[in-house]
Every structure is written in structure tokens, then in C-alpha cells.
């Protein structure tokens, strides 16, 4: 049975930091494309970051990049998205996800995580 458990969500102020972690069982990075989505108040999930099947290659969304950066432990099954200089912008609920065919497109995912919500105050 493939799961996906997400920690690290929270309250932080604007330019502070974050991180993120997924813990993955019942598969391996060499499943599919491995990532985090986000999805805000009234918008739709979108793409932040993600790891390609062989993990050779990491994607980022434009918004994100040079402030957010995805990591993995591949002992523990653990992806991690470290984020930085957080802004308002950045509130949303975020997501783990695995086995993706197209590491940018959400309906491309098999699994996901239950989400965890950050919060970037101003």
C-alpha cells in the first residue's frame, strides 16, 4: 500500500522559513516523478517543485525559484522542501506527491499526501 505522510506545516512570519517533509512507503523514487503542489484560497493546485523518476533532474515552479529547494533522503524514503524568504503569496495548503508521469501536471500524480497548510503572515 503506497502512503504519503506530510509534516512540517506551520505559521511563520514573511521572509522566514520552513520546512516541509514527506515520508513515502510502498514505493521507490524510481516509481515516477516525485513532488510538492500547493493550493491557495481560491485558486487551483499548482506546481512548486519536483524531483524527475531517476531524481537526476529537480523542476521548480518560477515562483518559487531561488527561494524554495527540494531534497531527498533516500535511506528514509524522505522528501523534503526547504522554503525561504517566505511571502503571503506562499500561503496555500501544500501536498506530496508521487508516481507522476509529467512531474508539472497535477492529474499526472497517482498518490498524494493529505496536505499540510503554511501560513505566511505580513
Known amino acids: 500500500q503506497v502512503q504519503l505522510e506530510e509534516s512540517g506545516g506551520g505559521l511563520v512570519q514573511a521572509g522566514g522559513s520552513l520546512r516541509l517533509s514527506c515520508a513515502a512507503s510502498?514505493?521507490?523514487?524510481?516509481?515516477?516523478?516525485m513532488g510538492w503542489f500547493r493550493q491557495a484560497p481560491g485558486k487551483e493546485r499548482e506546481f512548486v517543485a519536483a524531483f524527475s523518476w531517476n531524481g537526476v533532474s529537480t523542476y521548480y515552479a518560477d515562483s518559487v525559484k531561488g527561494r524554495f529547494t527540494i531534497s531527498r533522503d533516500n535511506a528514509k524514503n524522505t522528501m523534503y522542501l526547504q522554503m525561504n524568504s517566505l511571502k503571503p503569496e506562499d500561503t496555500a495548503v501544500y501536498y506530496c506527491?508521487?508516481?507522476?508521469?509529467?512531474?508539472?501536471?497535477?492529474?499526472?500524480?497517482?498518490?498524494w499526501g493529505q496536505g499540510t497548510q503554511v501560513t505566511v503572515s505580513s
Open positions: 506527491a508521487a508516481g507522476g508521469r509529467i512531474v508539472y501536471r497535477r492529474d499526472e500524480y497517482n498518490y
Open positions: 510502498g514505493l521507490t523514487f524510481r516509481s515516477g516523478a
